[in-house]
């Protein structure tokens, strides 16, 4: 059954046990009324009557073929001074059921007691129960016309948005990538569906993007270290049956040990930039960050020492950031070590940290594709690079997450990595500016 004969179904019965209440209500209200206003009359024609009597006059003169009887009382009158009697009988003249009613006076005329009645014909309550069965037929008749009608109006013109959204929620589709366009409604109950609606194929679009790119780079990059290790092996086979020497075979399996290694490697980085790209590091801190940054370069000194790298640090105190803890550490452990794997031997790495912003320099040679495609996955700097090439995507992630400004330079033989915590445009304009005093070159 639609919506839309449900609400009108339900209206119905409603309507219907409302009238049905009104209905017993009206009859009794209507039938007291007529009943009260007569009662009222007669009273008035008794007094009317009894007055005369006590002036002298003939109630004659009053009474002018009205029906009325005046009964003198041997005993005092009754503690109730006003007595009604309604009854129905048959009418043999009229050939139908009248109903009378009658009020019976008592008065202490001139220290005479009397009793004065009074009656009139009213309407019977079945022809007031007749007449409001008939008004009823046809209140709920007309309005069960113009609900149905309605319906059926309203379905077309306020509920077309909504039908609207369905027919754009059935045509939708992951593999078109293209998100959901859903018309503004005229109800906020729509409204708050259609924004629900677009969120959750927005979040199922990104979710479809993030496992299609995961797929596609597993697919695609786990290939060459598959072929080596496969050569490697055929290699390794053909040794032991040859009988080779032991100096033959241990470099194989050092290949091999390799390629399992960046196997591993670009797994763990895969899923970690699905985690990022799935928001499950939302949970941030205030971290110290100076104190991780001095507690990383202690870490990574003796990487530094055996390529000879001189370090200049410059790095304020109390600088703390909101980030979580877990993604602190691989921010900086992928800067860090980029900055020595990709250095010259005997060359320099300088670290500025201070409230706004985090630059981490290095020497080293430019590289072969400009300096904002290394973000991507998978790319690198140099071919001969022994780098996965998802380091920077990484930290390009993080940073995307928690709202960083990122930025990466080479100038005048220096690559300079730029964070700046603040997202603002005219922050990131001033570091801008900022940046060229504090070019490596020129602070050394």
């Known amino acids: 059954m639609k919506l839309i004969n449900k609400f009108t179904l339900w209206y119905i019965c409603i309507t219907l046990t409302a009238m049905l209440v009104g209905f017993v209500i009206a009859y009794h209200k209507v039938k007291s009324g007529i009943d009260q206003a007569e009662i009222n009359r007669l009273k008035v024609n008794n007094d009317q009557m009894a007055k005369q009597m006590r002036n002298g006059v003939s109630p004659d003169t009053y009474m002018r073929g009205r029906p009325v009887e005046i009964t003198q009382l041997q005993n005092e009158i009754p503690v109730d001074k006003y007595n009604v009697r309604e009854y129905t009988f048959y009418n043999t003249m009229l050939q139908h059921r009248e109903c009378r009613l009658t009020v019976t006076s008592f008065y202490n005329i001139n220290g005479h007691y009397y009793s004065i009645s009074s009656y009139n014909y009213i309407t019977k309550a079945n022809e007031i129960l007749q007449g409001l069965l008939s008004s009823f037929i046809w209140i709920f008749a007309i309005l069960l016309t113009l609900t149905v009608l309605s319906a059926r109006f309203v379905s077309r013109l306020i509920l077309a948005p909504f039908h609207q959204t369905l027919k754009k929620v059935r045509a939708f589709n992951l593999k078109d990538k293209k998100s959901l366009q859903l018309p503004k409604a005229n109800a906020a109950e729509l409204n708050t569906l ?112 055996m390529k000879f790298i001189a370090l200049d640090t410059h790095i304020s105190t109390g600088v703390e950031v909101q980030l979580h803890p877990a993604l602190t550490d691989i921010l900086l452990g992928n800067l860090l070590s980029n900055a020595i794997r990709h250095n010259v031997q005997g060359g320099k790495i300088s670290v500025q940290l201070n409230r706004s912003q985090l630059v981490i320099s290095n020497t080293g040679m430019p590289p072969e594709v400009p300096t904002g495609q290394l973000f991507r996955r998978f790319k690198k700097g140099s071919r001969n690079s022994d780098s996965i090439g998802i380091g920077l995507a990484i930290v390009k992630q993080i940073c995307d997450v928690n709202h960083f ?34 070019l490596p070159e020129k602070q050394l």
């Open 194 to 305: 259609n924004c629900f609606l677009s969120t959750m194929t927005d979040k199922a679009l990104d979710d479809y993007r993030s496992l299609k790119e995961f797929t596609e780079n597993a697919s695609h990059e786990l290939q060459t270290p598959l072929a080596v290790l496969r050569n490697k092996l055929e290699l390794l086979t053909e040794s032991y049956l040859q009988g080779k020497e032991e100096g033959s075979i241990v470099p194989l399996i050092g290949d091999m040990q390799n390629e399992i290694d960046k196997l591993s490697r670009i797994n763990s980085s895969l899923t970690l930039l699905a985690r990022l790209e799935n928001n499950e590091f939302a949970t941030r801190q205030p971290i110290s960050m100076s104190q991780l940054v001095t507690d990383a370069l202690q870490t990574f000194s003796e990487l530094m020492d």
């Open 405 to 438: 400004n990122i930025q990466y330079d080479y100038t005048e033989g220096w690559h300079i990595m730029q964070i700046i915590f603040e997202e603002s445009t005219e922050n990131v304009r001033q570091q801008k500016e900022e940046n060229s005093t504090l």
